[in-house]
């Protein structure tokens, strides 16, 4: 018999994700400020994609495992997944002190897989938390809000790569200054948001029955693996097809995330990092311009519920992912950098759908026991791809696209049309008539 769960308020469903903000404060300098440090550090563009292989690959190795593991997890005071959000904010916390203290390319590059180890450890059983505290009905809300608060971290994020460089001027070692106080900041933000979230959330505790089944599973070294391949198996085919809209998806914002400094450069100021005065002034507003992206992105998500549950979950994903691509499309070919508010807009609104739209396409379709290990084979799918271009697009970008970063920008923007339409092809569950019918 299964156990109907309390009606939260909105207030504990938002205490329940702040922890989330701190997480993607994390997530918002990795996507703005590690290419830069890399440029800085003297990377070529070429180089740039493989310096990025520590987020796919960590993501793939530790969130299913750490999926399967919470699923498998049960203390008296910390719950199920909230030893998991502790432990990868105090990892991630260590990486963001160390990170500007980086003197070479490989340092830099070493401490971005600690930095994403964390991030993932804390990140995946979020997903799993909504599904196990939050009946069907408040289950859009939970992951939107896990939207709005991506949206939150990375405008704060991207919000101090424009204000600390005009603040806190000079250098220290191999870094600007402006560096340490982004990251001393993100690692303040990361443990303390976890904090709060852990010491406001309670977690529904397991039946008797349960109880006694966890206590019963095997516990070998393996068997968080074995999980994860019993899982694949037994897949849902809904989790299928996201994941061929997911290969796009991810590839093109991989893509957008590595070059979009490098391509307001060229396009606004005509420089490259070789010009490192007027190249910091280019990514000073490249995080101004994703902080807005951002800022969209929480403006918009709690109203992408109303329009998903009214127009359906897929079709509000497919024409969020439309808008980013224009955006992506346009982007490249703007040389007043005040209209690149315009066209990031898009993507603003793509990144809201992102963040918890999909969840929706196919939490109906995965049992509950296996929240845990099913949303870290859903960051499989967002991972793999991510790999796929770290070791691809090098290639891609100096044989076909002239190492031009604005041609990588108009590249992800045609890969994100495929998703869309390939996103409108998805055979989800209709709950309208399962209601009907129930």
Same mark, same amino acid.
Request: charged share 15%; with cysteine; hydrophobic share 50%.
């Given at each position: 018999?299964?156990?109907?769960?309390?009606?939260?308020?909105?207030?504990?469903?938002?205490?329940?994700? &702040? *922890?989330?903000?701190?997480?993607?404060?994390?997530? $918002?300098?990795?996507?703005?400020?590690?290419?830069?440090?890399?440029?800085?550090?003297?990377?070529?563009?070429?180089?740039?994609?493989?310096?990025?292989?520590?987020?796919?690959?960590? $993501?793939?190795?530790?969130? @299913?495992?750490?999926?399967?593991?919470?699923?498998?997890?049960?203390?008296?005071?910390?719950?199920?997944?909230?030893?998991?959000?502790?432990?990868?904010?105090?990892?991630?916390?260590?990486?963001?002190?160390?990170?500007?203290?980086?003197?070479?390319? /490989?340092?830099?590059?070493?401490?971005?897989?600690?930095?994403?180890?964390?991030?993932?450890?804390?990140?995946?059983? =979020?997903?799993?938390?909504?599904?196990?505290?939050?009946?069907?009905?408040?289950?859009?809300?939970? #992951?939107?809000?896990?939207?709005?608060?991506? *949206?939150?971290?990375?405008?704060?994020?991207? !919000?101090?790569?424009?204000?600390?460089?005009?603040?806190?001027?000079?250098?220290?070692?191999?870094?600007?200054? /402006?560096?340490?106080?982004?990251? #001393?900041?993100?690692?303040?933000?990361?443990?303390?948001?976890?904090? /709060?979230?852990?010491?406001?959330?309670?977690?529904?505790?397991?039946?008797?029955?349960? !109880?006694?089944?966890?206590?019963?599973?095997?516990?070998?070294?393996?068997?968080?693996?074995?999980?994860? &391949?019993?899982?694949?198996?037994?897949?849902?085919?809904?989790?299928?097809? !996201?994941?061929?809209?997911?290969?796009?998806?991810?590839?093109?914002?991989?893509? =957008?995330?590595?070059?979009?400094?490098?391509?307001?450069?060229?396009?606004? /100021?005509?420089?490259?990092?070789?010009?490192?005065?007027?190249?910091?002034?280019?990514?000073?507003?490249?995080?101004?311009?994703?902080?807005? =992206?951002?800022?969209?992105?929480?403006?918009?998500?709690?109203?992408?519920?109303?329009?998903?549950?009214?127009?359906?979950?897929?079709?509000?994903?497919?024409?969020?992912?439309?808008?980013?691509?224009?955006?992506?499309?346009?982007?490249?070919?703007?040389?007043?950098?005040?209209?690149?508010?315009?066209?990031?807009?898009?993507?603003?609104?793509?990144?809201?759908?992102?963040?918890?739209?999909?969840?929706?396409?196919?939490?109906?379709?995965? @049992?509950?026991?296996?929240?845990?290990?099913?949303? $870290? +084979?859903?960051?499989?799918?967002? &991972?793999?791809?991510?790999?796929?271009?770290?070791?691809?697009?090098?290639?891609?970008?100096?044989?076909?696209?002239?190492?031009?970063?604005?041609?990588? +920008?108009?590249?992800?923007?045609?890969? !994100?049309?495929?998703?869309?339409?390939?996103?409108?092809?998805?055979?989800?569950?209709?709950?309208?008539?399962?209601?009907?019918?129930?």
């Amino acid at each position: 018999m299964l156990r109907s769960k309390p009606k939260l308020s909105f207030w504990q469903i938002l205490n329940m994700n &702040v *922890g989330f903000f701190g997480i993607q404060y994390s997530f $918002g300098l990795q996507q703005s400020a590690v290419t830069p440090i890399y440029d800085f550090l003297g990377a070529s563009p070429d180089q740039i994609p493989i310096l990025h292989l520590a987020g796919p690959v960590t $993501g793939l190795l530790v969130q @299913p495992v750490i999926g399967a593991l919470s699923d498998k997890t049960w203390h008296p005071k910390l719950g199920r997944r909230k030893p998991y959000f502790l432990i990868g904010a105090i990892l991630c916390s260590l990486a963001l002190i160390a990170f500007p203290f980086s003197s070479s390319l /490989w340092m830099a590059a070493g401490l971005l897989w600690i930095l994403d180890a964390g991030n993932n450890t804390a990140m995946e059983p =979020y997903r799993a938390l909504i599904a196990d505290s939050l009946n069907e009905d408040q289950r859009p809300l939970g #992951f939107q809000m896990q939207s709005f608060f991506t *949206g939150l971290g990375q405008v704060l994020a991207n !919000l101090s790569l424009f204000v600390f460089p005009l603040i806190i001027v000079g250098t220290t070692g191999s870094l600007p200054n /402006w560096v340490y106080a982004s990251f #001393f900041l993100g690692a303040f933000c990361s443990i303390a948001s976890i904090l /709060w979230s852990n010491s406001k959330t309670k977690e529904i505790p397991p039946t008797q029955e349960e !109880l006694e089944a966890l206590k019963s599973e095997k516990k070998g070294v393996f068997e968080p693996l074995v999980e994860i &391949v019993s899982a694949i198996k037994d897949m849902p085919k809904v989790m299928w097809q !996201l994941a061929l809209v997911y290969l796009f998806q991810w590839y093109a914002l991989f893509c =957008y995330w590595q070059n979009s400094s490098k391509s307001v450069a060229l396009s606004v /100021w005509n420089a490259t990092p070789d010009n490192k005065e007027l190249y910091s002034e280019a990514v000073g507003w490249t995080g101004l311009v994703n902080g807005w =992206y951002n800022v969209v992105t929480f403006l918009v998500a709690f109203a992408l519920v109303g329009f998903a549950k009214r127009f359906s979950a897929k079709r509000v994903h497919a024409f969020c992912l439309l808008l980013a691509a224009v955006g992506f499309l346009a982007f490249p070919h703007i040389e007043n950098k005040n209209l690149l508010f315009f066209a990031i807009t898009g993507f603003g609104i793509g990144w809201a759908s992102m963040m918890g739209i999909p969840y929706l396409m196919v939490v109906s379709d995965i @049992p509950k026991e296996r929240y845990g290990v099913y949303m $870290g +084979i859903i960051n499989m799918m967002i &991972v793999i791809p991510m790999i796929f271009q770290t070791v691809s697009f090098g290639y891609i970008l100096k044989h076909f696209l002239n190492n031009d970063p604005r041609h990588a +920008i108009t590249f992800a923007g045609i890969l !994100l049309i495929v998703a869309s339409v390939l996103t409108l092809l998805m055979k989800t569950k209709n709950k309208e008539v399962e209601e009907v019918t129930s």
